[in-house]
């Protein structure tokens, strides 16, 4: 069964201070993977999409990676507006169906 | 930024009422996807449609859900008779052609509770 694993399921940090959420995922023949942003009372955002092993994308303080098996979202010297529950998604080969994860929600203090 | 539209934002209604939510896709696309959302669950796939034919409904209960695309810039989803464990926030999503490849839009989503 196709499953997405985030962690960790929230993360506390102050302004400045840089760190990585992952999202590991079990799936025959990864179509996509996908990362997006969600705001409180709406929908999510989209961000990335990945397609193989070791291509990186990069938007503003967000980098993201992929290997085989997990997806990592750094952020660089986060500030308070990046406060969101970040969510990552899968598609599998001659599948159109996203699989999320359950999301990691991020705080970042002033 | 062209943007999916869902109505209403919120219903609150009695168990056993029917109850329609509306999405209004990004103009052009024609993928059109149902989620709902849960604490417990996250995002789940319930149903979705290309140039509004039916592609998959496998993740819908379909003794009581139902959804449709009556045309191309309009897709409800049905829920007769609604229970309480059907409260959930409901998306709708849209996208270019075969979504493996393209991005999925979500709207702001339709916040249901079913007292």
């Known amino acids: 069964e196709d499953q997405v694993t985030q962690s960790p399921e929230a993360l506390r940090l102050q302004e400045g201070e840089s760190s990585s959420l992952n999202c590991s995922y079990t799936v025959s023949g990864l179509r996509g993977l996908f990362w997006y942003r969600q705001d409180p009372g709406k929908g999510p955002e989209f961000l990335f999409t990945l397609y193989s092993a070791g291509e990186e994308k990069e938007k503003e303080r967000l980098k993201a990676t992929l290997t085989k098996k997990e997806s990592f979202l750094h952020i660089t010297a986060p500030k308070p507006e990046d406060s969101a529950t970040y969510l990552c998604a899968v598609i599998k080969g001659g599948s159109e169906k996203l699989v999320f994860g359950k999301g990691t929600k991020l705080t970042v203090n002033p | 930024d062209a943007r999916v539209t869902q109505t209403p934002r919120h219903k609150v209604t009695e168990m056993g009422q029917e109850v329609t939510m509306r999405c209004q896709p990004i103009l052009g696309h024609n993928t059109v996807f149902w989620y709902r959302q849960t604490m417990m669950q996250g995002l789940e796939l319930l149903a979705y449609?290309?140039?509004?034919?039916?592609?998959?409904d496998s993740g819908m209960p379909k003794d009581r859900f139902s959804a449709e695309m009556p045309d191309a810039t309009l897709a409800t989803l049905k829920i007769q008779p609604s229970e309480p464990r059907d409260s959930a926030v409901y998306f709708c999503?849209?996208?270019?052609?075969?979504?493996?490849?393209?991005?999925?839009?979500f709207g702001d989503g339709t916040r249901l509770s079913i007292l």
């Open positions: 999503a849209s996208g270019l052609g075969d979504g493996g490849n393209q991005p999925q839009h």
């Open positions: 449609f290309r140039n509004r034919a039916p592609l998959d």
